[in-house]
């Protein structure tokens, strides 16, 4: 394979001889087009049409050998114009943008396009057969700061609006996550009280709603409370729970801080920055909002983040990079101006999925 490849992604490239091919490829000197499988943190990143990839505040769906690519469609701007987006890839690079899967028109008006949808997230409910979108849904302002629940019969939808919740009443509901642990409990993972304290809510069996009766301790917790933590992004290897976050200064990038747990509802503690080298008290300019294992290589992970535009939202970018948790549990996040998903092989052997 030719490493003459271009910055990566969306970049078409000429290599020994003048001929033109498509993004996400290389060529080599028999002129055999190969795809390039390099991710380039922060780099325009175009869908297989070449349109700029809509995914901010986003998740991942992996569903029969397909990753499901989850976010919010800034192109029209900052309020809910158009709705989620759905994307769709087998090998993470190459992205096919399948769907809007919940369209604003199909939302109440306050969430529609006058209203904020944010950081939607999507699990797999095997007893229904259902796919479970999970939202933060708001008025300009942040006002209102609830929760929003849609289901679909497939990943791409069109997920269908159930309706609103504040799963702890009292509660403001932002920033969250979704996370499904090995034995089927989902939680919905949020930053509430106006975003002092990180709570975690267990899902009830059809993960539409909380599960009840709610107890504190065995259902849900407050599990980081009044550190002023958002943008969760949960995870699990080798017995222990981990959870990376933001500060909470809007769009700007601030320092990330890592907890671990040996159960979701905790006890969490602090395990630090794992962010390091130059601008780590940034997050490299970035706010976590996914960490995806990488099904083939237990213990290796993608720290997904946004790097926000705020005077152009729709031009915020992707800071995707790899990491590995080691035995002893430690891990460090370093950064890459490219790297290729091969590098998981040099890292450990791969498994089958
Ligand atoms: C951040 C949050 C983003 C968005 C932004 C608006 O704190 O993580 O998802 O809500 O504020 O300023």
């Given at each position: ?16 001889s ?53 976010g ?6 900052y309020?809910?114009?158009?709705g ?88 403001t509901?932002?920033?969250m ?7 089927g ?18 899902l ?12 504190e ?119 890459r ?6 590098l ?10």
């Open positions: 394979m030719n490493n003459n490849f271009l910055s990566g992604l969306g970049i078409v490239l000429l290599c020994e003048a001929v033109a091919v498509p993004a996400g490829t290389t060529i080599d000197g028999g002129n055999t087009i190969h795809k390039t499988d390099v991710i380039t943190p922060g780099a325009k990143w175009k869908d297989l049409e070449g349109k700029e990839i809509q995914a901010h505040g986003g998740g991942i769906l992996h569903y029969k050998g397909v990753y499901y690519w989850y919010e469609d800034k192109a029209d701007g309020l809910n114009y158009i989620v987006s759905c994307y769709s890839s087998k090998d993470l690079v190459h992205w096919d943008h399948v769907s809007t899967a919940l369209p604003s028109q199909s939302m109440p008006a306050e969430y529609g396009a006058k209203g904020i949808l944010e950081r939607p997230k999507v699990i797999f409910n095997s007893k229904t057969d259902k796919f479970v979108m999970w939202m933060h849904l708001d008025h300009p302002g942040y006002s209102h700061s609830v929760a929003g629940v849609a289901i679909s019969d497939s990943p791409q939808g069109p997920f269908k609006y159930l309706g609103e919740l504040s799963p702890i009443q009292g509660s509901y932002r920033d996550n979704l996370y499904k642990d090995r034995n409990a989902a939680y919905a993972i949020f930053s509430g009280d106006n975003n002092a304290s990180l709570y975690a809510v267990e009830n069996a059809d993960y539409t709603n909380v599960k009840t009766p709610m107890i301790g065995t259902t849900w917790a407050q599990i980081v409370p009044n550190e002023s933590r958002e943008a969760p992004a949960p995870f699990y290897y080798n017995g222990h729970y981990y959870l990376l976050s933001s500060g909470t200064s809007g769009w700007a990038p601030n320092a990330a801080e890592c907890y671990e747990a040996p159960h979701i509802l905790g006890p969490w503690h602090s395990i630090g920055n794992p962010f390091v080298g130059k601008e780590s008290n940034t997050t490299f300019n970035s706010q976590s909002t996914f960490v995806l294992p990488v099904a083939k290589h237990p213990g290796c992970f993608i720290y997904m983040g946004d790097r926000w535009n705020p005077g152009n939202l729709a031009d915020s970018r992707y800071i995707w990079l790899p990491f590995k948790v080691h035995k002893d549990g430690t891990f460090h996040i370093h950064w101006d490219s790297w290729s998903l091969s998981f092989n040099h890292w450990t052997s791969p498994v089958k999925e």
